[in-house]
């Protein structure tokens, strides 16, 4: 997990790819943090426009510690 070089932009680093992560619940996001080891599920958003232009946007179903 690393913040994105724009404000509000959370990215996964994994052996899959680089990924924008978006529609993380409360919960999810208090596992989602810099530098954190996580395990993430989701899927490839298509279709949608960001800012943060760091990869696919993953969709983000749930997420725990690693």
Do not use: N
């Amino acid at each position: 997990m690393t913040q994105g070089v724009e404000p509000g932009c959370t990215i996964l680093r994994g052996s899959g790819g680089t990924y924008e992560l978006v529609g993380a619940d409360a919960t999810a996001r208090k596992v989602l943090q810099p530098q954190a080891s996580v395990e993430v599920r989701g899927y490839i958003e298509h279709g949608l426009m960001s800012h943060c232009m760091q990869g696919p946007m993953l969709k983000v179903v749930s997420a725990k510690a690693h």
